[in-house]
């Protein structure tokens, strides 16, 4: 079987794409080929997973200024040229999106050259690109439930989100530290509040491990203020091996994407979700929304933050060892992060493999 998958722009888009291609390429000894963006982080995850790679210079159109237009079109109807050509010469059975512009020039070329096409959409609200390909698309998986009615009933399949193999092979969590998302690229309020709410309940979390991920703005003053507090905190700006992160936790403070919540559906692991208020169509929210009404996770509104608030839910939930096992359970009943099995599956099914 020969499987074209494209992504582009963010992690949330890329490692979906890369976790489909390791479960094809092992599972089912697909060929893939990986096409994404020549300015982004596709490139450098691809040749890490040993994935053959090629680079389409596209731009995104949402958002764009009239005068930005017609050089975006041009530069895009160039990248579906290329994308047309390069599918002729790879023959693919499948092309499959996981988001981002790139893919939409992608997926469309593979349904013109009568290849089997798939979109993944990560979030309870699907992006622009994933909307419109929904449209087309042979198959739509979907990480939540389609409670908008964006994508077509007959082809959408609720799988959840695919993990890479490092995470989705680890067994249940048992962890017993607190973690603290401040995000990959950083969020400030959450560092703030968290800097703040842990000075306040010092006492109560004495002896506790407590790991911080700050991005990289705003490491040195949270390292800084945690020492001048005394409170011994493993913080760094990034975690290479989020493997090894997850298995400590007991409670995660975290934003509410799609694919962390995944990965802490997969351990088992019980969340403090401070949406992003920007997020595109308040989907953070509804991904929020759903965890919380499953009794697996708990909603601060980014308006509501505050390091006292924050500070209580932390206590409050850590000494309620029963209610934080039970939303623990909850979480990984919900199976968000079950994707790259039930993605692989549903192809080998509509392949006759």
Same mark, same amino acid.
């Given at each position: 079987?020969?499987?074209?998958?494209?992504?582009?722009?963010?992690?949330?888009?890329?490692?979906?794409?890369?976790?489909?291609?390791?479960?094809?390429?092992?599972?089912?000894?697909?060929?893939?080929?990986?096409?994404?963006?020549?300015?982004?982080?596709?490139?450098?995850?691809?040749?890490?997973?040993?994935?053959?790679?090629?680079?389409?210079?596209?731009?995104?159109?949402?958002?764009?200024?009239?005068?930005?237009?017609?050089?975006?079109?041009?530069?895009?109807?160039?990248?579906?040229?290329?994308?047309?050509?390069?599918?002729?010469?790879?023959?693919?059975?499948?092309?499959?999106?996981?988001?981002?512009?790139?893919?939409?020039?992608?997926?469309?070329?593979?349904?013109?050259?009568?290849?089997?096409?798939?979109?993944?959409?990560?979030?309870?609200?699907?992006?622009?690109?994933?909307?419109?390909?929904?449209?087309?698309?042979?198959?739509?998986?979907?990480?939540?439930?389609?409670?908008?009615?964006?994508?077509?009933?007959?082809?959408?399949?609720?799988?959840?989100?695919?993990?890479?193999?490092?995470?989705?092979?680890?067994?249940?969590?048992?962890?017993?530290?607190?973690?603290?998302?401040?995000?990959?690229?950083?969020?400030?309020?959450?560092?703030?509040? !968290?800097?703040? /709410? *842990? $000075? %306040?309940?010092?006492? #109560?979390?004495?002896?506790?491990?407590? +790991?911080?991920?700050?991005?990289?703005?705003?490491?040195?003053?949270?390292?800084?203020?945690?020492?001048?507090?005394?409170?011994?905190?493993?913080?760094?700006?990034?975690?290479?091996?989020?493997?090894?992160?997850?298995?400590?936790?007991?409670?995660?403070?975290?934003?509410?994407?799609?694919?962390?919540?995944?990965?802490?559906?997969?351990?088992?692991?019980?969340?403090?979700?401070?949406?992003?208020?920007?997020?595109?169509?308040?989907?953070?929210?509804?991904?929020?929304?759903?965890?919380?009404?499953?009794?697996?996770?708990?909603?601060?509104?980014?308006?509501?933050?505050?390091?006292?608030?924050?500070?209580?839910?932390?206590?409050?939930?850590?000494?309620?060892?029963?209610?934080?096992?039970?939303?623990?359970? !909850?979480?990984? /009943? *919900? $199976? %968000?992060?079950?994707? #790259?099995?039930?993605?692989?599956?549903? +192809?080998?099914?509509?392949?006759?493999?």
């Amino acid at each position: 079987m020969r499987v074209i998958i494209t992504a582009g722009g963010t992690g949330g888009h890329i490692m979906p794409a890369i976790a489909i291609a390791e479960a094809l390429r092992e599972r089912m000894r697909a060929r893939i080929l990986f096409i994404g963006t020549d300015r982004g982080m596709e490139a450098r995850q691809a040749q890490a997973y040993g994935i053959d790679f090629l680079a389409l210079k596209a731009m995104g159109i949402k958002g764009k200024r009239i005068k930005s237009l017609p050089r975006a079109l041009a530069i895009n109807a160039g990248a579906f040229v290329t994308a047309l050509k390069a599918i002729r010469s790879f023959h693919p059975d499948w092309v499959i999106g996981t988001g981002g512009y790139v893919t939409g020039m992608v997926v469309l070329a593979g349904r013109l050259s009568g290849a089997k096409c798939a979109i993944q959409e990560q979030n309870s609200i699907p992006g622009l690109t994933n909307r419109i390909l929904g449209r087309v698309a042979t198959r739509v998986f979907m990480a939540f439930p389609d409670t908008g009615h964006a994508f077509p009933e007959g082809k959408s399949i609720l799988t959840g989100n695919p993990l890479r193999k490092e995470l989705a092979e680890l067994k249940r969590n048992a962890g017993s530290s607190l973690v603290i998302m401040g995000g990959s690229l950083g969020a400030h309020s959450i560092n703030v509040a !968290a800097v703040e /709410a *842990l $000075g %306040l309940c010092k006492e #109560a979390l004495a002896g506790m491990e407590i +790991i911080h991920q700050t991005g990289a703005t705003d490491l040195a003053w949270v390292d800084k203020a945690y020492r001048d507090m005394g409170i011994k905190v493993r913080v760094r700006s990034f975690f290479d091996d989020m493997a090894e992160v997850w298995q400590k936790a007991r409670l995660v403070v975290c934003r509410a994407g799609g694919i962390t919540l995944s990965e802490l559906s997969r351990l088992g692991i019980p969340a403090i979700m401070i949406p992003l208020p920007g997020a595109a169509d308040n989907h953070q929210m509804e991904n929020a929304r759903h965890v919380s009404d499953a009794s697996a996770g708990w909603i601060i509104p980014e308006t509501e933050l505050s390091a006292t608030r924050l500070a209580s839910e932390i206590t409050k939930r850590l000494h309620d060892s029963e209610g934080l096992a039970k939303a623990g359970l !909850a979480m990984q /009943a *919900l $199976g %968000l992060g079950s994707g #790259a099995e039930r993605i692989t599956q549903e +192809i080998a099914s509509c392949s006759g493999v």
